[in-house]
T-cell receptor
Framework: ETGVTQTPRHLVMGMTNKKSLKCEQH?????MYWYKQSAKKPLELMFV???????ENNSVPSRFSPECPNSSHLFLHLHTLQPEDSALYLC???????????FGPGTRLTVT | GENVEQHPSTLSVQEGDSAVIKCTYS??????FPWYKQELGKGPQLIID?????GEKKDQRIAVTLNKTAKHFSLHITETQPEDSAVYFC????????????FGGGTRLMVKP
């Protein structure tokens, strides 16, 4: 257990569905991250939040919409995804930007 | 921006042998180099890291070396055990990059008993 939990662990959704991924950290960190992990690009940074403020959007398509209501919770809202969006979505947190990042177990997403 | 290359992509060793994974980076301003281990069904976990003011760091059976001039760093695992089997990722970052990590492509290490 790293102190970072993600739900659901597995998700299958159609291209017209809307779903959300949830991440929660119990470490008292103030920075949270979303990464996409696939066979083509093993660890690709998507979004970064520091003290609830988005500091990085790595050219992610608008069909992915992050939300950070507080320093402990991070969501990734998904809508009208494509099959190529199928991947493992990992959440991480750290004590400040540049600190050691602790990863959750990920959500395995399959878009049909 | 930073580009990190990692080799080999797969590595198979016999239990008890040593394993070496190498990474090169492009941004000479990079000053922090962590290594992560990812086991099946889990997220990556930090196993060791090094900053640019040192050339080598050891923690029991694992060590990392850094050559700033050549812009490469390596992970060394000695006396490998089956539980070392996993995917290993190197990463690099700098203050200029806002401390955002750029990861290498990963190495799948298989330790045969």
């Amino acid at each position: 257990e790293t102190g970072v939990t993600q739900t659901p662990r597995h998700l299958v959704m159609g291209m017209t569905n809307k779903k959300s991924l949830k991440c929660e950290q119990h470490l008292g960190h103030n920075a949270m991250y979303w990464y996409k992990q696939s066979a083509k690009k093993p660890l690709e940074l998507m979004f970064v939040y520091n003290f609830k403020e988005q500091t990085e959007n790595n050219s992610v398509p608008s069909r992915f919409s992050p939300e950070c209501p507080n320093s402990s919770h991070l969501f990734l809202h998904l809508h009208t995804l494509q099959p190529e969006d199928s991947a493992l979505y990992l959440c991480a947190s750290s004590q400040g930007l540049g600190g050691e990042q602790y990863f959750g177990p990920g959500t395995r997403l399959t878009v049909t | 921006g930073e580009n990190v290359e990692q080799h080999p992509s797969t590595l198979s060793v016999q239990e008890g042998d040593s394993a070496v994974i190498k990474c090169t980076y492009s941004d000479s301003a990079s000053n922090y180099f962590p290594w992560y281990k990812q086991e099946l069904g889990k997220g990556p976990q930090l196993i060791i890291d090094i900053r640019s003011n040192v050339g080598e760091k050891k923690d029991q059976r694992i060590a990392v070396t850094l050559n700033k001039t050549a812009k490469h760093f390596s992970l060394h695992i000695t006396e490998t055990q089956p539980e070392d089997s996993a995917v290993y990722f190197c990463a690099a970052t700098s203050d200029n990059a806002g401390n955002m990590l750029t990861f290498g492509g990963g190495t799948r290490l298989m330790v045969k008993p």
